[in-house]
């Protein structure tokens, strides 16, 4: 069964595990609470971290560190409302919260007050640089002078796993140099690092699916498990129309093509024979070629290492979908219903994978292709 990452996993699905029991660290590294709460944690963590450089950020948003987690996330510096809330991503209108539960960081979604709890979650945050501006344009060089010192020295003394940089122009403005999204080459000691597009409001343009592909890679690499094999069908019917089904969760709504995880053991075809049946009431269809093959990190990353997947294509005559799973059992899996789509109609909506319009007007202009297509993200 095509299952969806519980909030926000964009155009694809899988399943929906038990939460993952929090990463280990020193109780007194939990603080929970209000803004004066959190400012007395950071004045006990820089009391205890006298002559340890790395475990404090002076300035008005704490740093909310301790040994041995996940992730380290860092934002470029504190804007005006975080400053005033003296936390972290307080705007919002940032999505970097959102986020960070979309993709499975944390059991629940945060208000930025309880940004102390994280702490239990295996997850820290910290700022490249400590001056409040208006926006990140307003920084100056020197801001960032002695950034990429602290961070090596937070990475030596608190060995997270990874930091990643919230923006490009964090890791710029610590590093000096301009980054690709993804993983970088440079490492700190044993920790790794990943920059992630920016979660601010001025970063609207950037679509809410494509900023939690790159939170969702982190995840699935900084959680370490193996990847998922996946088969999908392109099930067309004598008009070549596309059958999609439906996800919808509180971050929006998507449409995938059928299909899911590949149990071991188990062919491409009878795991598909058991997708369609579940999911649309497709039982009796004859298997045709395979068309793309597709690896994305849009899957729980709490289990799964991103997922590769197979896709077929299925011709049929049109039918009304009737799935085997009763409307409870859809219901449990986020699952919300499935339709024929006109080629044209594909635009108009969120699909996994996302350029299956574009993918789809070209078989049936040119037919199969003689070696099975990237399908993309």
């Known amino acids: 069964m095509l299952r969806p990452l519980l909030p926000g996993l964009g155009p694809d699905g899988d399943g929906r595990p038990a939460r993952a029991s929090a990463a280990p660290v020193p109780a007194e590294g939990v603080r929970r609470g209000s803004a004066e709460a959190a400012r007395a944690?950071?004045?006990?963590?820089?009391?205890?971290g006298r002559g340890r450089v790395a475990t404090s950020t002076p300035g008005a948003v704490p740093d909310v560190l301790a040994p041995g987690l996940r992730v380290v996330f860092c934002g470029i510096n504190p804007g005006r409302v975080s400053a005033a809330a003296h936390a972290h991503f307080?705007?919002?209108r940032n999505d970097f919260w959102r986020l960070l539960h979309a993709a499975r960081f944390t059991s629940r979604l945060y208000e930025p007050v309880e940004q102390f709890e994280l702490l239990s979650e295996g997850v820290g945050v910290t700022n490249a640089a400590r001056r409040t501006t208006p926006g990140s344009g307003d920084l100056r060089r020197d801001d960032f002078a002695g950034s990429a010192e602290r961070l090596e020295r937070l990475a030596a003394e608190l060995t997270p796993a990874w930091i990643g940089f919230v923006g490009k122009e964090a890791y710029r403005g610590a590093f000096g140099e301009r980054p690709e999204l993804g993983v970088q080459a440079r490492q700190l000691g044993a920790t790794r690092l990943f920059v992630l597009p920016s979660t601010s409001p001025a970063n609207a343009a950037v679509p809410w699916w494509d900023r939690l592909r790159w939170f969702n890679e982190l995840a699935s690499r900084a959680f370490g498990h193996p990847p998922r094999k996946g088969v999908r069908a392109l099930v067309l019917d004598p008009g070549d129309?596309?059958?999609?089904v439906r996800f919808e969760d509180v971050f929006g709504s998507w449409w995938s093509i059928p299909?899911?995880?590949v149990d071991p053991g188990e062919s491409d075809r009878d795991a598909l024979a058991r997708e369609?049946?579940?999911e649309v009431g497709l039982r009796r269809f004859e298997l045709g070629p395979l068309l793309w093959t597709r690896e994305h990190?849009?899957?729980?990353?709490?289990?799964?290492g991103g997922q590769r997947e197979r896709?077929?294509?299925v011709r049929t005559e049109a039918f009304e979908p009737a799935p085997l799973f009763s409307a409870a059992e859809l219901a449990a899996e986020d699952q919300?219903?499935?339709r024929w789509f006109a080629v044209d109609e594909l635009e108009t909506v969120v699909t996994g994978p996302r350029r299956l319009a574009e993918l789809v007007r070209e078989l049936l202009r040119n037919g199969p292709p003689p070696e099975p297509l990237d399908a993309g993200v």
């Open 41 to 48: 944690a950071a004045r006990r963590t820089r009391q205890r």
């Open 311 to 313: 896709h077929y294509l």
């Open 297 to 304: 990190w849009l899957v729980d990353p709490r289990r799964w």
């Open 259 to 261: 299909g899911g995880g």
């Open 276 to 278: 369609l049946a579940e």
């Open 90 to 92: 307080a705007n919002p």
């Open 241 to 244: 129309n596309v059958l999609l």
């Open 336 to 338: 919300t219903g499935a």
